[in-house]
């Protein structure tokens, strides 16, 4: 079991996580970084030398902005069956461990040392091979080429397999679909977020490709990567330590966030604007970690970061994860109105995008 582990990035340690005798995860900045970087979580662990004790009880007992780090989902599922394969017992293995997995293929700029993880392939990849083998793994088949199939979806996270690939020399991440998704679920996510982006909402270039024998696979740019350089992101769960997989936040609390962390007006009407889409369009699935900031190194400020995972989609429990002025379901425009006047959101303003999302879907 891994008991101290150091975070890079930008090839200059971040600090050290330690596990403390009393198994709870510490960790502290290390002098370089404080002398030239930036807070990775500016409410969890300001720019400062103390040493920080993790009290959150989720992220198997990380401190959020590195659990971002750890796929979940499919992608915990993989990491699971792939570790398995090589005999190593995964319910001895801490959250340490899995970070030295993840090593420096995760989402994001952090990268963990020590780094046991798989090096991606430079071979061409067969989209319609790596759907069959997703298939498979989520049928609890035998995958020949799990290390291959690893190694492609890095920490993604979500519900759906995705796999990191180059595509026209940048870095893209191709959606397969999973057992649970209707036939058409890439066409459809490539309709609703081209329709985002005729709302005005910020998204990734994205593109919808047919493969060899016909199937649909959805591409998106991926925006934690510009020209091979790693970007910081951290989702709203993460700044939060909330539970992402559970009902806890409502859109009051995501529009705050927005305007404490970007101190942008901008950024704060997006928000505003994801949550009209989301309401309208039905997409259940906006839980906390359906939402992003990334670091501007030049300006040295966070910004909202584009859209992703906007389509409609149903929780099991039939409600909104993230809620509309304490409202799960049964949302009208006038509840929407209401998020507007409590977050200083010009009310013609809201209207306008309340009025247009209508429009578009019609």
């Known amino acids: 079991m891994i008991k101290k582990i150091d975070v890079f990035a930008d090839k200059i340690i971040v600090g050290t996580i ?31 030398s103390r040493v920080f004790i993790s009290t959150s009880p989720h992220f198997k007992g990380l401190f959020g902005v590195f659990a971002d780090s750890l796929p979940d989902s499919y992608g915990e599922l993989l990491l699971d069956r792939y570790l398995k394969r090589k005999g190593i017992d995964i319910s001895s293995l801490s959250s340490l461990d899995r970070l030295a997995y993840v090593g420096s293929s995760g989402m994001g700029i952090l990268e963990y040392i020590p780094d046991f993880s798989e090096k991606q392939t430079n071979e061409k990849i067969d989209f319609d091979f790596i759907q069959k083998e997703c298939n498979d793994l989520l049928n609890s088949k035998d995958i020949a080429n799990i290390n291959v199939l690893y190694s492609l979806a890095g920490s993604s996270g979500g519900a759906r397999p995705k796999a990191l690939i180059k595509y026209k020399d940048e870095d893209w991440i191709v959606k397969f679909s999973s057992k649970f998704d209707p036939k058409n679920i890439a066409e459809l996510e490539y309709k609703y977020m081209s329709l985002a982006k005729e709302l005005g909402i910020n998204i990734p270039q994205i593109e919808l490709i047919t493969s060899e024998k016909g ?7 991926r925006f934690d990567r510009i020209n091979d350089r790693k970007i910081h992101m951290i989702s709203a769960a993460a700044l939060l330590e909330c539970d992402f997989r559970a009902p806890s936040l409502d859109y009051n609390d995501l529009i705050k966030l927005t305007r404490v962390l970007t101190n942008n007006d901008e950024d704060v009407i997006e928000m505003y604007r994801r949550m009209v889409f989301n309401v309208l369009i039905g997409n259940q699935d906006d839980h906390a970690k359906n939402f992003s900031f990334i670091f501007d190194s030049k300006k040295m400020i ?4 584009p859209a992703y995972d906007i389509s409609p989609t149903k929780t099991y429990f039939g409600e909104h994860t993230t809620s509309v002025n304490g409202k799960g379901k049964g949302i009208r425009d006038e509840d929407m109105i209401i998020v507007a006047i409590n977050n200083k959101i010009d009310v013609s303003i809201a209207k306008d995008i309340i009025d247009k999302c ?5």
């Not at 199937?215 to 740019?221: A, D, G, Q």
């Not at 966070?302 to 970061?305: H, I, N, P, V």
């Open 18 to 48: 330690a596990l403390t005798k009393e198994k709870q995860v510490a960790f502290q900045y290390s002098k370089e970084w404080l002398k030239k970087g930036f807070s990775i979580n500016p409410i969890k662990l300001p720019l400062t």
């Open 215 to 221: 199937n649909k696979f959805f591409l998106i740019k």
């Open 358 to 362: 209508h429009a578009l879907l019609k």
């Open 302 to 305: 966070y910004r909202l970061s």
